[in-house]
């Protein structure tokens, strides 16, 4: 089963985690930002990985530390879902349209955290989120989840449009890398012979 539970508590947030990495796309989200929650749904659906988020943080103060912290502890549950890494595809890609926006996103699931991010948004927010804050996500989901993350959008116009392919990008180039290949027989997609760092 592959599975994680994770439960992260600071001073500026208190953030609880479950997925399934083989589940049905079933996302459960409540992190006070609802457009935030929109991503992550999305995120889910797409990736067919079943996930449960509750989130509650210093809202009062900003987005930041909540959208922050929620991709640390997402990143941190599909590392521990994945175990030493073994027996996956581990490279993933995908080419996203939306309307007028296109997105490209491909990963490594390689144990080797890393964030390009090539995207601009027209807006400095999208509702009462700063779209900075979308970038702040996906390095600590990528550093948590120890995985090499190329995001660029191609060409867009809308805001909602170029985050929402970003985060469906994601979500359709995990669902790829982290499938399991039979013909590994369970070993590391590597010549070194593992991707753990044990």
Same mark, same amino acid.
């Given at each position: ?83 030493? !890494?073994? +027996?996956?595809? %581990? ?7 939306? /309307? #007028?926006? *296109?997105?490209?996103? =491909? ?59 970003? !985060?469906? +990008?994601?979500? %359709? ?7 399991? /290949? #039979?013909? *590994?027989?369970?070993? =590391? ?10």
């Amino acid at each position: 089963m592959r599975t994680a539970t994770i439960e992260r508590k600071t001073r500026e947030t208190e953030i609880a985690v479950s997925l399934d990495l083989d589940g049905t796309g079933e996302g459960d989200i409540d992190t006070g930002i609802g457009f935030l929650d929109h991503m992550l749904e999305s995120f889910s659906r797409h990736s067919m990985i079943d996930l449960k988020v509750r989130a509650t943080g210093d809202l009062h103060v900003d987005f930041h530390h909540t959208t922050e912290d929620t991709g640390i502890v997402i990143g941190q549950a599909v590392k521990k879902a994945l175990d030493d !890494f073994s +027996g996956i595809t %581990r490279f993933g890609s995908a080419l996203i349209p939306m /309307d #007028e926006t *296109l997105t490209r996103v =491909a990963i490594d699931v390689s144990n080797r955290p890393y964030l390009i991010w090539k995207v601009a948004f027209p807006t400095p927010k999208l509702g009462e989120m700063d779209t900075e804050l979308f970038k702040e996500w996906f390095q600590a989901f990528a550093q948590n989840a120890g995985i090499c993350l190329h995001v660029e959008t191609l060409y867009g116009l809308n805001s909602h449009h170029i985050v929402e392919s970003a !985060f469906k +990008g994601l979500a %359709r180039a995990l669902r790829q890398a982290v499938s399991p /290949d #039979e013909r *590994l027989d369970g070993q =590391a997609a590597s010549t070194k012979g593992t991707l753990s760092d044990d």
